[in-house]
């Protein structure tokens, strides 16, 4: 864009130029209308002719030079006709042809044609820009038509017939100037004075050309006369044309400017109705008209068919254009308020809007579902008084201070406001709501409200502050005896009382055991609801399952008095042993709580098509109807009095049914009311058979089997028990005679001896004596297997290292020898990795107890440290947070160090390793046990299982040789 001092230059140029222009054409005029002789008038008019086309065809050069785009091709084209009319002047006045100088200038005009076509700047229509031509053939036609045979010519007068070209010239200069006309109807302000100037200098030459056409027919023209000032006019007003400043035009766009064909068609059909009334006329008077008037006539009127056909066929066009993009536009705004609505529609939260008056004005389905009310019987009425719920005293809240009216009036937009809504059947819905102001054009129309039903997220805040409250109350009470207990030790408040200082440790060890219950079940849940806990699972048969679960309860039925019934079962499941023992464990131990003494728990299995249903049922207080389903919630207790004396943290049920929902089975109750027990039952998937199975075989390169004296007066007892211990691989002496007993120790070196107290001769307590008093086999484990209670015989039971007392259960009996031989001194080396001191100082303790060498490591570099100097351990417990770098990476050094790479491992963390890991940690045979679940002393029955397995003893091991599970006892 140029600076406003250059378009000052160029505006004050071209007033210079129209000055000299209209000097040379004044001056030119004077001279035509002087006293000079006919010759010199001529000579004059023709210089005159030819120094204006020369300036006309420079100028319009010049201007096509300075210009771009369709500007430029249009002066350029203005410039072509300039020297090709100068050209047919030139040779007209030299040859004194006139025919062809008036040939010649019509193809110069036509130059003009297109010089004009391209002169907008808006590039317009092909039809229209045809329709402009044909317009202006019709108008010049019209004029030519009107001023030739209608007015100024004499058809009798006539002297002679002029040629052609002198009726065409004026034709096609009437075109020109009407185009010009068109054009600049539909050209912008800017570009106007161009389009005057250029049409201006068409319109003299149409004058003068109508001139030399009558003048022609009445053989009465000669250059020098007035005429020749129109074609000198001409030039020059297009010559100053190009020097304007707006002459460059604009870039060249797509859209139409402000100009309208109104206008021009009106004036076109106007000439058109006044030449048809001047043939008409013409007919009715019977004058003869020439041949050039009826071609003339005949134009026009095919410009003026050819004109309406093109407009039909455009109007046309445009209608099926405008009915297709009608239609296009309608399909689109039906899908746009389609999409709209099912958004609406698909939207979980409610949505309404309302008006300026606060009435509401469209409800989505979400908001008449939650509000209770079809959307048709919500629309109209007044949001704040439907929808808001009362005071709690009753009284309505005011409106002023709704956000409603805050967002219409003030145009507040309200987020998460907490808020009661009112349900028509008169329920009271929680919800979060959202308004927002309505705006059009800047300018509130309504307000948008969106809101959620909170009762769930109301519900389960309930549920979380209830937790808390119990679970704070769950985990002060064990704290606060276990606190006060240690402080009483602390205090030496028992110094001189050993009984009371012992309860004391009793109280404390108890609270810390249901303190860690509690976490582990909090963990427990956690896990589980989370989908975090994976199923390790395998072919058990059910009978196994229940007796572990039965083992681990009888200790506490014993203390109730209350008698545990399993049935034995085929059945074989396909299960995570340890948690459906686990839940096994729970319910039996629920069932033991709430039986009176003296009642039966009963386990039974039942197949049901593809699955076992296992039932656990008891005869104590039972479960209301109502409180079936209930028990399976999180702290949920039908009497919490009862229940806090029993103890429990109400998670054990929850956790069992999460267990076996995710054994893809089903946990419930049934229960015919309080006083008529109850039974809790579940299902798990049946294994599928399997066939063609050949036995494993026995674990090669196993070492010489434990030795086991088993010493009663009954020989089928010795029988019974050599068969019980024979099966998990001890290698068993029986005897039934107290001298025997000392005789086969002298010969056989036992490595343990299982002893009954009532035998012939030498009876078992003088056998115990004197074992104890001699060095060669004080150190020999005795498990005393008696029909008599320890606490009867206090003197014997002191002397032995185990006592189970008559029925005896083969579980127990196998437990039992198997940690005896364990107590005794291995003289294996441990290396306990773990960063807290606390629980290293416990574990490496529980270990020395053991009987085992432990070196302690609390990170990665000390570890490596030990490994440096030669201390290459039997057997690493390992922490896999400890600082330093990890277990991980502790757990690599090993697996590249040649002596190292098969040690055993036991994978001692906080959080449970998942499958996939436990691959990346395998060393030698390894366990994976969680701190809060596995007691130090689980870690000592792990580490003793691993050593014996090394060792190749078998009596620690399952009936296959295997390790018992790998995770969390």
């Given amino acids: 864009m140029g600076s406003p001092r250059s378009a000052q230059g160029s ?64 002066w350029g084209a203005l410039s072509l006709g300039g020297v090709v009319g100068l050209a047919g002047n030139v ?34 229509r092909g039809q229209d820009l045809v329709r402009m031509l044909l317009d202006s053939v019709v108008v010049g036609g019209s004029v030519l038509y009107i001023a030739l045979f209608a007015v100024a010519l004499d058809p009798v007068a006539q002297a002679t017939q002029p040629a052609f070209t002198a009726y065409a010239l004026p034709v096609v200069d009437a075109l020109l100037a009407t185009l010009a006309v068109q054009v600049l109807t539909r050209s912008s302000a800017a570009e106007r004075v161009p389009l005057v100037l250029v049409g201006g200098g068409f319109v003299l030459y149409t004058v003068a050309d109508v001139a030399f056409a009558l003048l022609s027919a009445t053989d009465g023209f000669t250059f020098g006369s007035p ?39 009106v004036v076109t059909f106007c000439l058109f109705l006044a030449a048809a009334l001047t043939r008409v006329t013409q007919a009715q008077g019977g004058a003869g008209l020439p041949w050039v008037a009826n071609a003339l006539w005949v134009a026009v009127l095919v410009a003026v068919v050819v004109r309406q056909i093109l407009v039909v066929v455009d109007n046309e066009s445009l209608r099926h254009g405008l009915e297709r993009r009608v239609r296009e536009r309608t399909a689109q705004l039906r899908s746009l308020a389609s999409e709209r609505e099912r958004t ?24 008449a579902h939650t509000l209770g009310a079809p959307a048709g019987e919500l629309v109209g009425r007044d949001a704040h008084a439907t929808f808001h719920a009362p005071a709690q005293d009753g009284t309505r809240l005011p409106a002023e201070n709704c956000y409603i009216t805050e967002a219409v009036r003030d145009g507040i937009t309200v987020t998460a406001e907490q808020d009661v809504y009112l349900r028509l059947d008169g329920k009271e819905v929680p919800v979060e709501v959202t308004a927002s102001p309505l705006r059009d054009d800047g300018r ?50 028992f110094h001189d009382a050993p009984e009371q200082a012992a309860r004391m440790v009793h109280i404390a060890l108890g609270s810390s055991e249901r303190l860690a219950r509690l976490v582990d079940d909090i963990l427990d849940v956690e896990r589980l609801d989370a989908g975090t806990t994976q199923l390790e699972l395998a072919d058990h048969p059910v009978s196994e399952l229940v007796a572990a679960a039965v083992d681990q309860v009888s200790v506490l039925a014993d203390e109730a008095g209350v008698t545990l019934a399993p049935q034995h079962s085929t059945e074989v499941v396909r299960a995570d ?24 728990v009963r386990v039974t299995s039942v197949p049901v098509g593809d699955f076992v249903e296992l039932r656990v049922e008891d005869e104590g207080r039972g479960i209301p109807p109502d409180k079936l389903e209930a028990v399976f919630r999180r702290f949920e207790q039908i009497d919490a009095s009862t229940t806090r004396e029993r103890g429990g943290s109400g998670l054990g049920l929850p956790i069992a049914r999460s267990i076996v929902e995710l054994h893809g089975g089903r946990l419930w109750a049934v229960s015919e009311g309080e006083g008529h027990g109850s039974s809790f039952r579940f299902t798990l998937r049946r294994a599928a058979p399997e066939t063609g199975r050949a036995p ?3 674990q090669q390169g196993v070492q010489a089997p434990t030795r086991v004296l088993v010493a009663d007066d009954d020989p089928d007892v010795v029988e019974v028990l050599r068969a019980v211990l024979e099966a998990r691989g001890y290698d068993v002496v029986g005897v039934t005679d107290g001298q025997a007993v000392l005789d086969v120790i002298d010969d056989e070196h036992p490595d343990v001896l299982v002893l009954d107290l009532a035998m012939p001769g030498t009876s078992g307590a003088e056998v115990l004596s004197q074992l104890r008093r001699s060095a060669a086999t ?32 083969p579980a127990r009996l196998i437990e039992t020898v198997r940690d005896v031989i364990r107590r005794q001194p291995h003289h294996s080396r441990i290396l306990v990795v773990e960063d807290d001191d606390d629980l290293r100082s416990v574990v490496a303790t529980v270990l020395e107890n053991g009987g085992l060498a432990v070196r302690q490591a609390r990170s990665v570099e000390e570890a490596r440290g030990a490994l440096a100097h030669g201390a290459d351990p039997d057997l690493v417990v390992l922490d896999l947070t400890v600082s330093g770098g990890g277990g991980r990476e502790l757990v690599a050094d090993l697996r590249r160090d040649g002596r190292l790479r098969r040690v055993p491992l036991v994978v001692y963390s906080g959080a449970e390793v998942g499958t996939q890991e436990r691959e990346d940690l395998q060393l030698g045979r390894t366990v994976f046990l969680t701190k809060g679940q596995a007691a130090p002393d689980a870690v000592l029955r792990s580490v003793l299982d691993l050593l014996d397995a090394a060792a190749g003893r078998t009596g620690g091991l399952g009936e296959s040789g295997d390790l018992p599970s790998s995770r969390t006892p």
């Avoid at 389960?460 to 769950?474: A, L, Q, R």
Wanted: aromatic content about 6%; glycine content about 12%.
């Fill in 444 to 493: 509130i129309r309504g307000a948008v409200v969106a809101f959620r039903d909170v009762t769930e997220r109301r519900e389960m805040e309930n549920i979380k502050d209830e937790f808390v409250s119990v679970v704070s109350h769950e985990l002060r009470t064990p704290l606060t005896a276990i606190r006060g207990a240690l402080g009483l030790l602390d205090g030496g408040a």
């Fill in 227 to 265: 005429v020749d000032a129109g074609w000198v006019g001409g030039y020059l007003a297009i010559a100053l044309a190009a020097r304007h400043p707006a002459a460059s035009g604009a870039p060249v766009v797509t859209r139409s400017g402000e100009g309208t064909p109104v206008l021009g068609t």
């Fill in 696 to 698: 494993e075989p026995r």
């Fill in 91 to 124: 040779y007209s006045g030299l040859a004194g042809d006139p025919e062809t100088g008036d040939a010649v200038y019509i193809a110069a005009l036509l130059f003009g044609v297109v010089g004009l076509s391209l002169f907008p700047a808006v590039r317009p």
């Fill in 778 to 809: 004080a150190g020999v484990p005795v498990v005393v297997v008696s029909g008599t209670r320890p606490g009867d015989v206090l003197e014997t039971a002191a002397l032995a290292d185990d006592w189970l007392v008559k029925p005896v259960d």
């Fill in 344 to 367: 609406l529609e698909s939207v979980a939260d409610g949505i309404y809007g309302v008006d300026l008056q606060g009435r509401v004005t469209f409800v989505n389905a979400a908001a």
């Fill in 577 to 600: 042993a340890e948690r459906i023992v686990q839940t096994l464990t729970n319910l039996l131990g629920n069932a033991v709580k709430f039986s009176p003494p003296g009642s039966t």
């Fill in 11 to 74: 505006r004050e140029s071209f007033v210079r130029w129209c000055w000299v222009g209209g000097t040379a054409l004044l001056l030119f005029v004077v001279a035509l209308a002087g006293p000079l002789e006919q010759s010199v008038r001529q000579q004059i008019s023709m210089v005159a002719l030819a120094a204006a086309g020369v300036v006309t065809a420079v100028s319009c050069g010049w201007r096509a030079v300075q210009s771009r785009g369709r500007r430029r091709r249009a």
